[in-house]
């Protein structure tokens, strides 16, 4: 009965009151009877992957018989969707798993074409049915604290963020004192700090929990998709977090841990290992617990004490940027908080 | 009131701190997981001794005047990452635990049970049992930039230990073995900049103990013997001339095939190799 992304239901009226029913004898069309076919969208706003009903009826009443139903590309000259459904006493109820076509999905206005095979008329939907759009936000300061294992100072979440269309976007500013850095290892660190944590999230999209086509949904655009960007930028002022440079102890002296906090941050130039220690650091600024065991560990154990092996990553060991999907949890949070009341969670599990 | 159990731990490495632990018999342990700290000695690993009963006295003494309770520190305040020491008395349903970290003013009487318990860590890590020292030697540059060498891993103490092999498989936790550079410029000049570092590429055995294999994940080490592996790898000079060269061993795993293994990082020796200036900026092979 189902073609691609849809199904339907039929009946007259569409209700579910109970009723009596009448075996009658199969009608047949009268070729001079002149039918008359309407088309409408039930549902005329859904999010990407939500169901949308719509409706088919025919007068006067034809034989019971399929329809086929053509969801249409905005400019009409294509179709996005196809299926069929069965119409009953003149009247059909579908579905269509919606799904954006295009990375202008918002902007989309579709309608769509009914034809009732037993008669051979059909109709454009009187109709038009959108995309319903994830809420967006202004720019906000997140500023919240989380209570660390072995009497460790919290780790913080201390940045500005907002939902974009395509996107939660953080921005995180840091203030250096003490020995500074120059304008090219700013550069340096703003680009190891922002690659290793947008990186992370090259595979990964957060995605609509409620959308039907669950994860394996291959939907191309930010529909019921939405990616992550942060933003390090080095300030003079109005600073999340200031952090000390210390300049690293020449050889044989090894060069210490850096630490990172709301207060207290010091951060040695060169850091031992170029390729992580900062972006580890920045990690505790998006709230982000340590993973070894002398360090502050998560009480919560989302973040474990000691990674599983296999799981070793940018906040249990050195040399490595590997990000795992928890420690993107807490920009899910702030996506979650903020998408009206509809839930995402990250892809791949 | 005498403690039963005294754990006195320094996060200087963030897998595994040193640890001294002290009990009510004065038995003493203290395990090092780095020799960052003391680069002149390649060693880390296991020392043990009992404390005299003078020393066990004004070791409770320490703890006691003023009691370990009422000393400041700064619990809560410690930022992640920062190098703290620990201190964790248990004495009869009681644990006391303080955390003193490096970026607020320590309280003096605090301070002062610090030194005393640096000194009693000095004390007992004159007496090793199982001790691993890493040995660089033979080290050499050649024209084309080839750093090449010799490592030995030796069990030094009086008893048998157990390491990871370098050579063996990367699972359940690999082996990091790297090299690190610095050219011999006078003091002043010499900075953390200057310093080169590159994973250590090919390594072969020379030397294996009895019971080991070139593919076994641990190296028993039987008191007095060795193991030595030839290595090779590139780093990136930046100037000809006499450089100081190290090999920092690193491995997380605390014990596999019923064996404890010495974990943690260790810094061997340093070795003054002449750096050709055909081998400054080499390309790789």
């Known amino acids: ?349 | 009131m005498s403690f039963q159990e005294l754990e006195y731990s320094l996060a200087e490495l963030s897998t595994a701190p040193h640890v001294l632990t002290v009990q009510a018999s004065g038995r003493a342990r203290y395990e090092t997981h780095t020799n960052a700290a003391w680069p002149d000695l390649p060693e880390i690993g296991v020392y043990e001794t009992t404390l005299t009963a003078d020393e066990l006295r004004a070791l409770n003494q320490a703890l006691a005047t003023p009691p370990l309770r009422d000393l400041p520190d700064h619990w809560g305040r410690v930022p992640s990452g920062d190098r703290c020491h620990r201190i964790k008395v248990r004495a009869y349903g009681q644990t006391t635990e303080k955390l003193i970290g490096t970026r607020e003013p320590v309280d003096p009487r605090t301070q002062k049970l610090i030194s005393y318990l640096d000194q009693v860590v000095a004390g007992v890590a004159r007496r090793p049992v199982q001790v691993l020292r890493l040995t660089l030697s033979d080290a050499a540059v050649s024209a084309g930039g080839a750093l090449a060498g010799v490592l030995t891993l030796a069990s030094v103490g009086p008893q048998d230990l157990a390491c990871r092999n370098p050579l063996g498989p990367p699972e359940p936790a690999p082996v990091r073995l790297s090299l690190e550079a610095w050219p011999d410029l006078p003091p002043g000049q010499l900075t953390a900049h200057h310093v080169a570092r590159g994973a250590v590429a090919a390594l072969e055995p020379l030397k294996l103990p009895p019971g080991a294999s070139p593919t076994s994940l641990v190296v028993p080490l039987p008191a007095g013997e060795s193991a030595a592996f030839r290595w090779r790898a590139r780093l990136d000079f930046r100037m000809a001339g006499s450089h100081t060269v190290r090999l920092r061993l690193a491995s997380d795993l605390s014990r596999a095939a019923d064996f404890n293994l010495i974990h943690g990082e260790l810094y061997s020796n340093m070795l003054k190799v002449p750096v050709p200036s055909t081998a400054v900026g080499a390309p790789a092979p």
Request: charged fraction near 20%; include cysteine; proline fraction near 6%.
């Open chain 1, 1 to 349: 009965m189902c073609g691609s992304g849809g199904s339907s239901s039929s009946g007259g009226g569409g209700s579910g009151a109970p009723r009596s029913t009448v075996v009658c004898p199969p009608r047949r069309p009268n070729p001079d009877q002149r039918y008359t076919v309407s088309c409408q969208w039930l549902d005329t706003e859904k999010y990407c992957g939500d169901d949308a009903r719509l409706e088919v009826t025919c007068t006067p009443t034809p034989p019971d018989g399929s329809v086929d139903i053509e969801v249409l590309h905005p400019s009409g000259n294509s179709v996005l969707a196809q299926f069929s459904g069965h119409m009953t006493n003149g009247r059909m109820e579908g579905t269509w798993r919606t799904k954006a076509h295009a990375a202008n999905w918002r902007d989309a206005r579709l309608r769509f074409r009914g034809t009732v095979t037993s008669v051979g008329v059909m109709n454009t939907s009187s109709n038009q049915f959108r995309f319903r759009r994830r809420p967006t936000t202004e720019w906000s300061k997140i500023d919240r604290d989380h209570r660390c294992n072995g009497g460790f100072a919290p780790v913080v979440e201390l940045h500005d963020a907002r939902l974009e269309d395509n996107r939660v976007h953080y921005s995180m500013k840091l203030k250096l004192t003490g020995a500074g850095l120059s304008d090219a290892r700013k550069t340096n660190a703003k680009t190891l700090v922002e690659n290793t944590w947008n990186g992370g999230f090259n595979n990964r999209k957060f995605h609509r929990e409620n959308c039907r086509r669950g994860d394996a949904c291959d939907c191309q655009f930010d529909c019921c998709k939405a990616g992550f960007y942060l933003d390090l930028n080095f300030v003079t002022s109005g600073e999340h977090i200031a952090v000390e440079i210390v300049a690293a102890p020449a050889p044989p002296a090894q060069t210490p841990a850096c630490c990172m906090g709301r207060t207290g941050a010091r951060w040695y130039e060169p850091p031992f290992d170029e390729s992580s220690v900062y972006a580890h650091e920045v990690g505790h600024a998006l709230g982000q617990f340590d993973e070894y065991s002398t360090g502050g560990t998560d009480p919560s154990g989302t973040q474990p004490a000691t990674p599983a092996a296999g799981d070793e990553n940018l906040m249990s060991t050195g040399q490595n940027t590997t990000l795992l999907n928890r420690h993107y949890r807490r920009v899910l949070q702030y996506l979650n908080d903020n998408a009206g009341g509809d839930r995402y969670k990250i892809i791949p599990p």
